[in-house]
């Protein structure tokens, strides 16, 4: 737990799409007075303006593939170095795979940071192919939900068990009203 000097919320949110990680992400980070960062959010923006990183990654994300993590490293460092990310943070996206989690540590151990929390929101199967179907975006056409899920289970559920081994999972039932889970994942977390 971080304490004295580096106090704020370091914290991750994990879940397969369409688990509501995207809006519990704002919700806590409201309440915890950190920024919300969300990698999916960062890069739909880079395509909108048609930046490099746009062109990059516009067909990647639109096939419901995984941006290669040394690209997506490079966005966190540098999203992570602004000064508002200073106090901490909670990040929707980021990590997805072993080696994104690695680069993660390794970019807080750098300002002598660590993560205080990685959050587990866990849905049924079910639940997020209707959730997910029922959003409007581009990549929420069935085939590219069911890529992106079969993605979630291959290379980023690995990260479960690598954050419960380390004592950092923190486990939360993310099928119930959004205002209950809201609520369980703020009661789970260390007091600011
Ligand atoms: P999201 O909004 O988190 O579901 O992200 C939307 C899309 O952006 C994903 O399907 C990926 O193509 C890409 N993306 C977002 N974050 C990452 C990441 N950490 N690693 C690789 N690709 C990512």
Redesign the pocket.
């Known amino acids: 737990m971080s304490g004295g000097l580096s106090a704020g919320l370091r914290a991750v949110l994990l879940g397969a799409?369409g688990s509501g990680k995207?809006t519990q992400a704002e919700r806590v980070a409201a309440a915890r007075a950190v920024p919300a960062i969300?990698?999916?959010?960062m890069?739909r923006q880079a395509v909108a303006e048609g930046s490099e990183l746009g062109a990059r990654?516009k067909s990647?994300?639109a096939a419901?593939?995984?941006?290669d993590d040394a690209l997506?490293t490079e966005v966190v460092r540098e999203r992570l170095g602004r000064s508002d990310a200073c106090s901490g943070f909670i990040l929707?996206?980021?990590?997805?795979t072993i080696s994104?989690a690695e680069a993660l540590d390794a970019l807080l151990a750098a300002c002598r940071h660590a993560l205080d929390a990685v959050v587990l929101l866990e849905v049924p199967q079910e639940a997020l192919v209707r959730r997910a179907l029922g959003r409007k975006r581009d990549?929420d056409k069935e085939e590219v939900i069911r890529q992106?899920l079969e993605l979630y289970r291959e290379k980023t559920e690995p990260l479960v068990g690598h954050y419960a081994g380390r004592g950092l999972l923190v486990r939360v039932d993310g099928g119930r009203p959004m205002d209950d889970v809201t609520a369980a994942i703020l009661a789970r977390l260390a007091p600011a």
Do not use: E, I
């Not at 929707?92 to 997805?96: I, K």
């Open positions: 799409p995207g969300s990698t999916g959010d890069l990654v990647v994300m419901g593939l995984l941006v997506m929707d996206g980021f990590p997805r994104q990549d992106r």
